[in-house]
């Protein structure tokens, strides 16, 4: 039986396209869901994509990876996704994809910071301040939200904020603003030496990248 509704059997055709929760998506994406003569989902697709353009077509595609990924997180994680959630994380992956994509930077194979892609916190060098960024979505609330830890080169707290972004539900661009925010915050405290650490991949291409910054949040923005 499919493991979201619990009344019909759990198809990749059910679960993408004929389940309730997958109809409220494809409702969101106002895309039709009823291809006539469609048994299988291969036609279903096919259906749908025809005449469509490149960018209607990876949105629909990404959708169903999402409706795909929610249903594998309920069964392996026993976590239930929201419609809401299933929506904006198309976004998200589009975003990443797009910025991944973008010829206008690159982020280099090595570290060039010590601590770069460490999985553990590490302590920045002496008489250096480092500022910890971490961006989440409230999509029940309709915002974005980040919290932000300073500490010294000894490890000891220093200070730490957090900061609100109305409709703000795109993460990478709730991730670069919780950057922003940790600059200009230090700016503020005097602090003359520091370094920002963020675990978002996407936002650490954007820095890196040779394109002019107002550009670069601009793209994310959009998506």
């Known amino acids: 039986?499919?493991?979201?509704?619990?009344?019909?059997?759990?198809?990749?055709?059910h679960i993408l396209v004929q389940c309730k929760i997958a109809k409220a998506c494809w409702q969101v994406?106002?895309?039709?869901?009823?291809?006539e003569g469609a048994l299988k989902f291969i036609d279903w697709l096919a259906g749908i994509l025809e005449g469509q353009s490149k960018n209607s077509k990876a949105?629909?595609?990404?959708l169903c990876w999402s409706i795909w990924r929610s249903r594998n997180d309920l069964v392996w994680h026993n976590?239930?996704?929201?419609?809401?959630?299933?929506?904006?994380?198309?976004?998200?992956?589009?975003?990443?994809?797009n910025a991944a994509q973008n010829r206008g930077y690159s982020v280099p194979l090595i570290p060039t910071v010590e601590g770069d892609?460490?999985?553990?916190?590490?302590?920045?060098?002496?008489?250096t301040v480092k500022i910890t960024v971490d961006a989440s979505i409230f999509q029940n609330l309709g915002m974005a939200g980040a919290g932000i830890v300073a500490r010294n080169h000894d490890g000891h707290l220093?200070?730490?904020k957090?900061?609100?972004?109305?409709?703000?539900?795109?993460?990478?661009?709730?991730?670069?603003?919780a950057v922003k925010e940790a600059l200009s915050w230090a700016m503020e405290m005097g602090w003359s030496s520091i370094t920002v650490e963020s675990d978002c991949m996407?936002?650490?291409?954007?820095?890196?990248?040779?394109?002019?910054?107002?550009?670069r949040l601009g793209m994310v923005a959009e998506e």
């Not at 994406?29 to 291809?35: E, H, P, Q, S, V």
């Not at 809401?84 to 994809?97: G, H, M, N, P, T």
């Not at 972004?165 to 991730?175: F, G, Q, R, W």
Request: glycine share 2%.
């Open 1 to 13: 039986m499919c493991p979201v509704c619990n009344e019909a059997a759990d198809t990749i055709m």
């Open 29 to 35: 994406f106002n895309a039709g869901t009823n291809i």
């Open 59 to 62: 949105k629909i595609l990404t």
């Open 79 to 97: 976590k239930r996704w929201t419609i809401l959630r299933i929506v904006a994380k198309v976004w998200e992956y589009l975003s990443q994809w």
């Open 117 to 127: 892609e460490a999985t553990t916190w590490v302590k920045p060098q002496h008489d």
């Open 158 to 160: 220093i200070l730490a």
């Open 162 to 177: 957090s900061i609100c972004s109305p409709d703000v539900m795109n993460p990478t661009l709730a991730e670069a603003m």
């Open 202 to 215: 996407v936002v650490i291409q954007l820095i890196w990248s040779s394109t002019p910054m107002r550009s």
